[in-house]
């Protein structure tokens, strides 16, 4: 074809709100336009690239025994209402009603639909392990779509679903997919890190990503440079201080005029930050408020904490909220409050006579000790892992680098099954559930992160 036929012009300058190197060189090159806010039109050139890595893609998923298929894009609201995620997921989600006035939603994914025919089609072990596929249409009501393909609100994605008769099935499935993610992105031209991640909305046991460093990316990864140890700063982990052994000493309240910042308390009371208390507040969905305490050298981690709490969202408490429970913003601590429940982290429960705030505006306590001035609803690792804290296998510094998700993969195991009644009878005749495994590939978002790592300043370089 001739240029002068091809639909989609290239352009001198990219529009001025675009940030990234992909986005940019993706417009002017006359790949892709935008529609609306995260909703873009792929044009002949950027299909043409988007269809050559969704081939890499189905190669290596064909490759581990997997049968493509297509679902739909639209659902009844009841298969989500099965699964519980209905009334679990936030506004992400789109629903709507269809003319008959019943519940509908845009797929964000698709494991109730999975379930639900495997219900349908399975019923002996003998028709197990099984591995289907499609790449479909996907819909998630992202707050801050940005940065072009790399975080839009309509994508494409590949997702596989593996049906096996146990864990140990499911392991191998995990496997097989591990290393075709692995071929997938060598073909692709990517430089990615496999990292442990969260499980997030999809529930199940095990969860890792495959994260594409760029400096540009929304995600921050733990690296061990040993290669001991890599994992999504949501759940990063890090080797903790061994517990202080000392005399619990008596707690005193001491006037700390203007000392609203754990900075400031620690340069006053000519101590380090890792021998104060630093005090977070939140209110979850639930409407409880949410009392984090963590050591002041470090910080608290959303994701884990959610995990701790059981709450499916955290907002920061109000000034009202904080005085409501009886704590003081910039000098609150958990000795005294009211009508919240109290997450510890466990570098708290590990260093003694610790300076926290004393509730009243001006004032700190020393000494301050978990079981003996207050108690805690739970203690658990809710501190953020960052750059040079200690890898938690070999010790050693780690990195941190700023990456993109690419591809992540999830042990469902019984999720979705025991919740559909999607079952085989085993050798014995006994009904089992079937064990589910779910892995994703966004083939956009693929593609915009290879033009992220393939560019000079005259344009793209797509790799071979």
Request: proline residues 5%.
């Amino acid at each position: 074809m001739r240029m002068a036929h091809l639909f989609g012009r290239t352009l001198r300058e990219a529009p001025g709100d675009v940030e990234l190197p992909s986005h940019k060189y993706m417009i002017r090159a006359g790949m892709i336009r935008p529609l609306g806010a995260g909703i873009y039109s792929l044009l002949p050139l950027g299909w043409r690239v988007v269809r050559k890595v969704e081939q890499v893609i189905r190669e290596e998923i064909d490759a581990i025994g997997g049968q493509e298929m297509l679902m739909p894009v639209v659902h009844p609201a009841d298969v989500w209402k099965e699964s519980g995620r209905y009334e679990a997921v936030g506004p992400e989600m789109t629903r709507f009603k269809d003319r008959g006035d019943r519940d509908m939603v845009l797929a964000m994914t698709h494991e109730e639909v999975v379930a639900d025919l495997a219900r349908q089609e399975i019923n002996s072990y003998r028709q197990l392990p099984m591995l289907v596929y499609h790449i479909q249409t996907k819909w998630r009501d992202e707050p801050r779509a940005r940065g072009g393909l790399i975080r839009v609100r309509e994508f494409t994605m590949k997702d596989s679903y593996s049906l096996d008769l146990d864990e140990a099935g499911l392991d191998l499935q995990y496997r097989n997919h591990w290393y075709a993610y692995e071929r997938i992105f060598r073909r692709c031209g990517l430089d990615y890190v496999i990292v442990g991640a969260d499980t997030g909305m999809m529930g199940g046991s095990a969860s890792h990503e495959y994260m594409a460093l760029s400096e540009y990316g929304e995600d921050l990864v733990l690296i061990c440079p040993n290669g001991d140890y890599a994992a999504n700063q949501e759940v990063a982990l890090f080797k903790r201080d061994a517990k202080v052994n000392e005399p619990l000493l008596p707690m005193e309240e001491v006037a700390t005029p203007d000392t609203t910042t754990i900075q400031k308390l620690a340069d006053f009371m000519g101590v380090p930050l890792a021998r104060t208390a630093k005090a977070v507040f939140f209110v979850g969905e639930s409407g409880d408020f949410i009392f984090a305490v963590i050591r002041g050298d470090l910080d608290v981690n959303e994701t884990k904490l959610r995990k701790a709490t059981g709450e499916r969202t955290l907002t920061p408490a109000t000034v009202e909220q904080i005085h409501a429970i009886g704590a003081e913003a910039g000098y609150g601590s958990p000795v005294g409050v009211r009508n919240c429940r109290v997450i510890v982290d466990e570098s708290i429960r590990d260093t003694p006579n610790l300076v926290a705030g004393a509730n009243k505006v001006g004032y700190h306590l020393r000494n301050t000790n978990l079981g003996r001035d207050y108690q805690a609803d739970v203690v658990a690792d809710i501190a953020s892992a960052v750059a040079g804290l200690p890898c938690p296998h070999c010790g050693a510094p780690m990195i941190a680098e700023r990456a993109i998700e690419v591809g992540n993969i999830f042990k469902l195991g019984t999720r979705y099954s025991e919740s559909f009644g999607a079952t085989y009878l085993d050798a014995n005749g006994d009904s089992k559930p079937i064990v589910m495994g779910s892995y994703g590939i966004g083939s956009g978002r693929v593609t915009a992160t290879i033009a992220e790592q393939h560019h000079d300043d005259k344009g793209l370089i797509w790799p071979a």
